[in-house]
């Protein structure tokens, strides 16, 4: 009776150290998440053409006189 | 819809960080915080080459890959941009960045990271556009009047070009062609990959 209770504790013991070695194989991949911040007013200004042309008339300007 | 892109054209910048001073005067970017910079190879040999760096606003960001808070997000134009009340200052996106563009201001003892800056393509942040919140936070938001960001617009020799990266091509292979030399598009595929859609 006594004996058995001691293996039981061993294992137990031995169990509880052992569980501190287990290593997950597995490799967590970070996908691109969802934007959690506050919304950019510029994504609706950039949708109006007039600005869009203002910012295609200044791109030109960088080509060489 | 256009895709912005920079591009340094390493035969024509001469090194004398006017981008630098634009970007730093432009956005009052803080002291130990550079946006941008120039970074020479071979310096003092002769064929040196210096380039300008800067956030490169990649197709497929990996700062925004990486980033624990989900802060980044994406213009329509592929403009790379962040929310500084999110940011953590974690540093993931540093080690990620394959450009080194992400700073992080020591504000304060024992190396404390403050919150990420980058450059923002001139593009400010999520404030209103325009407001002194905007302008602390992030800098100057030169697209929503209409202008190109101020590092390509002061440079002299116009090595550095931004914009439509189609029209950024255009003026780049015109310039190949003329001196029949061999492109030089550093960073480029890093950055938009060679891929057409990109």
């Not at chain 2, 892109?5 to 009052?28: P, Q, S, Y």
């Not at chain 2, 393509?121 to 556009?129: K, V």
């Amino acid at each position: 009776m006594r004996t058995g209770i001691f293996v039981l504790a061993a294992l137990g013991l031995a169990a509880s150290i052992t569980t501190g070695c287990y290593e997950s194989a597995d490799v967590t991949l970070y996908e691109p998440g969802i934007y959690k911040g506050r919304h950019d007013s510029l994504l609706d200004k950039l949708e109006n053409p007039e600005l869009r042309q203002k910012l295609d008339q200044r791109f030109d300007g960088q080509r060489d006189r | 819809m256009a895709r912005m892109k920079f591009l340094c054209d390493a035969d024509r910048c001469i090194e004398c960080n006017g981008c630098v001073t634009a970007c730093k005067n432009e956005n009052e970017v803080p002291w130990g915080v550079n946006r941008r910079r120039v970074v020479t190879l071979n310096d003092g040999e002769p064929g040196e080459k210096s380039i300008s760096v800067a956030c490169m606003h990649c197709t497929d960001a990996p700062c925004a890959a990486v980033c624990p808070v989900d802060c980044f997000y994406t213009t329509e134009d592929g403009i790379v941009l962040h929310d500084k009340d999110l940011c953590i200052g974690c540093g993931y996106c540093f080690y990620a960045c394959p450009f080194g563009a992400p700073q992080f201001p020591k504000q304060e003892a024992f190396g404390v990271r403050g919150k990420m800056d980058k450059c923002t393509f001139c593009a400010g942040g999520p404030a209103d556009d325009g407001t002194q919140e905007e302008f602390e936070k992030y800098g100057s938001n030169r697209i929503a009047e209409g202008k190109l960001p101020a590092c390509a617009e002061m440079c002299s020799t116009k090595a550095l070009l931004a914009g439509d990266g189609d029209m950024v091509a255009d003026i780049y292979r015109e310039r190949v062609m003329r001196r029949q030399g061999r492109p030089q598009t550093w960073g480029w595929d890093t950055a938009y990959g060679g891929t057409e859609d990109s």
